[in-house]
Every structure is written in structure tokens, then in C-alpha cells.
């Protein structure tokens, strides 16, 4: 192992961009994006995408701001230990942790169905391409981290260029050069199109559920601030990308629902939302251009979207790791890096629970449902924890004095830009069962399975609160020094904290 116990900054611009869109373009564009516009009309999908698109702007400013002052592997954990309170650092590092964890054993499950569909890979059953994927992206992520930024470099490549494929066929089959028929904007008024709902409640609740699914979409974004501690220029490259997320959600997400609703009528019973292959939009608009090779086209992309999740979430949970280990939040062993950089006692340690997860997932899928739930709420978590920590951050910096021309990067509308985030987030947690909060609807199981995240972080952040004592970090006393490296808990003044 390095004796500096430090990780390399290897990571070029083209990485930082491509990790950046890579991270909010997948399978929520792919296959749910059309479940959106079947339940909230044309127009209900882009007004949800679009305002959730707003919210993930302002905590990547946010995010911005903080990860070129304080470049760092674990970002928004060791932000919050720093601004907030030790405690939510380590309730959100390892909440976070779990959620990538469960993920990538998600996802080398979701991949090994997903290559069945050509009957020519049957040789080998479901299980077996699962060890195989995740081999792979294990063999992948103990290599440096410039090839953790190479592969993510073609994985996000290929789902731009289908992207970009997509918008202009799109186009041609809406002018009816491709596809045989002019269609303009038809489908935008069929039925109840473009708000679906019949009133205005009715359309509201169709609205909170594209939240929903925008929320969980975008979710990915913030590994921009995770990669911060391996980028070779981060006060030049993490603004960059943070700034073209807003742009690229618009363009990706905004127009390509855009075409698909122009295309596809909400009516369309194809227009299933991710039920299968052959049912995502973008098939059905390849299909109706006159694409024959539509679903295995993008059966390919969805695959490689699924293995590029996978490869940046023991990417992800290996870092917050190794960070957490050298905050104190985790044992020391887990801060430990080889020569390459790569911190192999993290990894190592990651890769284990996500074999015991995919058996657990294999032998007992009862209990695997509960253990997908736990971690649902994560990513809307860990956005809060964002907004929590800038908002903190900043208002150290004008309680201390401090000259905000040392920020080489500014978050737009501050305080807005937190608080707004912080309240809509909110909100999309609270708003997750429907049926309960507009309905009065109440089902213990459906409910138990879609708040059981929030326990979860509560039981990380009440133990680390009753065992170390902790409280707010008074503003005055908030470390805004931008040296990398934290001291383990134990030398943090706890007398500051309490």
C-alpha cells in the first residue's frame, strides 16, 4: 500500500464532462421517460422534468462552489462534518455508501437480463452473466482512476451520440420526412394533452409523480463532486461541468421528451414506460422513422447504460469509503491506497456486500425488496445534505470575514439557490407515496417500503450523535481552511461541536 495514503489526480476535463453527463443521462431518459408522458400528458412530463432540472442546477452550483474550494474524494460527507455537524457527515457517507452498494448488485442483475435478450448469449444463465459484469467492473475500478475515466469517457460517449441521433430523426419524422406522415403538433392535444388530470389537483398529482421519476432520473449528477479529489484542474474542470449539467439536462432531457410527445401519443398502449426493451420511447420513435434494427439498437445503449451505473457506483462507494476512513467516519485501514492511487482496502471491502447482496438477492427475494427500499430515498438525501452544507458554508464565510474573491467558483442566487433545492427536495421526499399524502390512502406495507430510507439515515445519524456527543458546529468555529487531508475524529475539538 502508498505510504501517503493519498489518491491521484489523473482525471482530465473530457473525463470530468463526460462523468458529469454520464451521470444524469440512463435508463430514466430511456425507458421511464415514456411512463411520464403516459401519466401526466406531454406537457405534464416536460413541466416536472423541467422544474426538477432547476433544483439539481442549483445543487450542482452549490456543489460547484464548495468542491473547487475544498477539491476532495467524499465531497458532500466530509462537507457536511466540516459545516454542519460531524454526525450528519457520517450518517450521510455511509447512507450513501449503502445506496451505491445496493446499486451496483442491482445492476449487474438488471444487465444479465438485459443481454438475454439475444439468444445467442444463453450459454451462460442469468446469474452467471451477473458475476461476469461484476468482475468486470471490479477488474475495472482497481486499474487507476484514469481508467475509471477513460471507460465512463466511452460509456457516456455512446449514449450522446443516441441521444443526438435520436433528436434529429426525431425531427425529420415530426416534418415527416422520415416515417411517411407529417405530424406537428397533433399530439399535443389529443385527449386531455398536454396536462393530464382533468383539474387542477388532478394534474398536480400527475406532476408530483414526474417529480418523482425526474428526481430519480438525475440522480448520478452529484458524482461530479465525488470525482473532485482525482480531477488534475478542479477549480477549471468541476465548473465547467457543473455548468453544462443545466444546459445538458435541457437539451437531453427537456427536447427529447419534447419529440417523444410530438411522436407518441400519451394513448399509445406501447408507451409502457420501461415494461421492456421493445416498449422504450426511443424504440417506438426509431420504429415509427422506419428503424427495423430500433430494439436492438438500443438494447446495446441501454446495456452499456446499465454497466456505466454499475462501474460509477463502485467507483462512487469506493471513494466515499476511503474518505469516510480518512475523516475518522470509518476505520482508518479504508484510507489506505496502492501505488496507483486506487484505495484497495475500500474497494475490496465494497465488493464483498455487493456479493452478499446479489445472494441475498438470489436465495431470498423478500428480504431483497426491503433492502432495495432502504436505500430509495438516498440520492434525495444526499441532495439535501448538499443544499444543508452550502448554505452552512457560506454563511461561515460572511461570519468569519472571509473575502468571497478566494471562491474560484460562485454558486448563483445565494441563499435562494440552497433553500429553493432544500424545499423541493423535501418535498419529493414527503410526496413519494401519493396515494397517502393526496388520497389518504393508506397501505403499512407500500408505506414501510417507501419512507424506510429515512430510519435508515436517522439510525447512522443518531448513533454517531449519542456515541460521539455531537452538535451544530457553531458558524464562528466552522474549519473553512482548504487543507485535504481531515485529522481522524478523535483529533477533531470535540469541545467545538458540543
Known amino acids: 500500500m502508498s505510504n501517503n495514503n493519498e489518491v491521484q489526480r489523473l482525471l482530465k476535463p473530457r473525463h470530468i464532462s463526460m462523468i458529469a453527463i454520464g451521470g444524469c443521462i440512463g435508463t430514466g431518459l430511456f425507458m421511464t421517460s415514456g411512463g411520464a408522458i403516459r401519466d401526466a400528458g406531454p406537457g405534464g412530463a416536460l413541466l416536472g422534468f423541467l422544474i426538477i432540472g432547476i433544483m439539481v442546477f442549483f445543487l450542482m452550483t452549490s456543489l460547484g462552489e464548495m468542491a473547487t474550494y475544498l477539491p476532495i474524494s467524499g465531497s458532500f460527507s466530509t462537507y457536511a462534518t466540516r459545516f454542519v455537524d460531524p454526525s450528519l457527515g457520517f450518517a450521510l457517507g455511509w447512507n450513501y455508501w449503502f445506496n451505491w452498494v445496493i446499486t451496483v448488485a442491482a445492476d449487474v442483475s438488471i444487465a444479465a437480463s438485459v443481454i438475454k435478450y439475444w439468444a445467442i448469449f444463453d450459454f451462460l444463465p442469468g446469474w452467471g452473466w451477473s458475476l461476469v459484469f461484476l468482475a468486470l467492473i471490479f477488474l475495472l475500478n482497481t486499474l487507476s482512476v484514469k481508467v475509471y475515466g477513460e471507460s465512463e469517457y466511452w460509456f457516456a460517449l455512446v449514449k450522446v451520440v443516441t441521444v443526438v441521433l435520436f433528436l434529429i430523426i426525431g425531427v425529420l419524422t415530426i416534418f415527416g420526412i422520415l416515417g411517411g406522415e407529417y405530424i406537428g403538433l397533433k399530439n399535443f392535444t389529443t385527449g386531455e394533452a398536454p396536462f393530464l388530470g382533468g383539474s387542477l389537483s388532478g394534474s398536480f398529482l400527475t ?127 479504508f484510507s489506505e491506497t496502492n501505488e496507483k492511487g486506487v484505495p484497495i482496502p475500500s474497494l475490496l471491502a465494497t465488493f464483498v456486500v455487493v456479493v452478499i447482496i446479489f445472494l441475498v438477492e438470489r436465495v431470498a427475494s423478500g428480504a431483497y425488496e426491503y433492502i432495495v427500499a432502504a436505500s430509495g430515498l438516498t440520492g434525495f438525501i444526499a441532495w439535501l445534505g448538499i443544499a444543508i452544507s452550502h448554505y452552512r458554508f457560506r454563511r461561515a464565510f460572511y461570519r468569519q470575514n472571509k473575502d468571497l474573491s478566494v471562491l474560484k467558483y460562485k454558486a448563483m442566487w445565494f441563499p435562494f439557490g440552497p433553500i429553493f433545492a432544500f424545499m423541493l427536495c423535501l418535498f419529493v421526499i414527503i410526496g413519494q407515496d401519493t396515494d397517502l399524502i393526496l388520497r389518504g390512502e393508506f397501505e403499512l406495507n407500500g408505506f414501510l417500503i417507501t419512507y424506510m430510507g429515512i430510519p435508515i439515515f436517522l439510525a447512522f445519524y443518531l448513533y454517531h450523535k449519542v456515541k460521539y456527543k455531537t452538535k451544530k458546529i457553531p458558524l464562528e468555529q466552522v474549519d473553512l481552511s482548504q487543507a485535504h487531508d481531515m485529522s481522524e475524529y478523535e483529533k477533531i475539538d470535540v469541545d467545538t461541536v458540543k
Not at 406532476?207 to 452529484?222: D, H, K, M, P, W
Not at 444546459?247 to 427529447?256: D, E, G
Not at 421528451?257 to 426509431?286: A, C, Q, R
Open 207 to 333: 406532476i408530483l409523480g414526474v417529480f418523482l421519476v425526474a428526481g430519480f432520473s438525475f440522480q448520478g449528477t452529484e458524482l461530479v463532486g465525488i470525482t473532485a479529489g482525482e480531477s488534475e484542474e478542479p477549480e477549471k474542470t468541476i465548473p465547467r461541468a457543473i455548468k453544462q449539467v443545466f444546459w445538458r439536462i435541457l437539451i437531453f432531457y427537456i427536447l427529447s421528451i419534447f419529440v417523444i410527445g410530438l411522436i407518441i401519443p400519451y394513448t399509445n398502449p406501447n408507451l409502457m414506460g420501461g415494461d421492456s426493451i421493445s416498449k422504450s420511447p426511443f424504440t417506438l420513435v426509431f420504429e415509427n422513422a422506419g428503424l427495423a434494427f430500433a430494439a436492438s439498437f438500443m438494447n446495446a445503449v441501454i446495456l452499456s447504460s446499465i454497466l456505466s451505473a454499475g462501474n460509477s457506483g463502485m467507483y462512487a462507494s469506493t471513494r466515499m469509503l476511503y474518505a469516510m476512513g480518512k475523516d475518522g467516519l470509518a476505520s482508518r485501514k
